[in-house]
């Protein structure tokens, strides 16, 4: 049997890797699945979330739901003031995005779970995604 070129396992092993960061990224930065009650009844069906306060409640706080999507959270008053976010999609992923118009760093939430406090999700090295949302999007397929 011919080996495989070294371009095609090249490619397997940055696939292997990227499941394997994301199931880190998951298990280590506190993504919590749709058992949690509070954030499938706050966040409507087909909808996801981005709240003002931690553990998916606007407890008389802001917050801005999205159906497709939201470019701008400013729009809602919403800009940089996130502290939890969740995917309550029907079928698809969603991912928040740094900047406004969809730029910047990008969380990705699958769906059916959420972040109940970006304050202990990195962004980076320096930053965690506590009050840095300023857009979000459903994303579908591949």
């Not at 118009?101 to 995604?129: A, E, Q």
């Amino acid at each position: 049997m011919p080996t495989p070129p070294l371009r095609m396992i090249r490619a397997a092993r940055a696939r292997g890797l990227a499941v394997i960061l994301t199931v880190v990224a998951m298990l280590g930065f506190g993504v919590t699945t749709a058992g949690t009650a509070s954030a499938a009844s706050a966040c409507p069906s087909g909808y996801s979330c981005a709240y003002e306060n931690t553990g998916w409640h606007n407890g008389g706080g802001l917050w801005a739901a999205f159906e497709q999507a939201i470019s701008r959270m400013s729009a809602f008053g919403m800009d940089n003031k996130a502290s939890s976010v969740y995917n309550n999609g029907n079928s698809c992923n969603a991912r928040f995005y740094q900047d406004s118009l969809y730029g910047g760093y990008s969380l990705f939430v699958p769906k059916g779970t959420g972040y109940s406090d970006l304050s202990k999700v990195k962004m980076s090295t320096l930053f965690t995604w506590n009050n840095r949302v300023s857009s979000g999007q459903f994303v579908c397929g591949g």
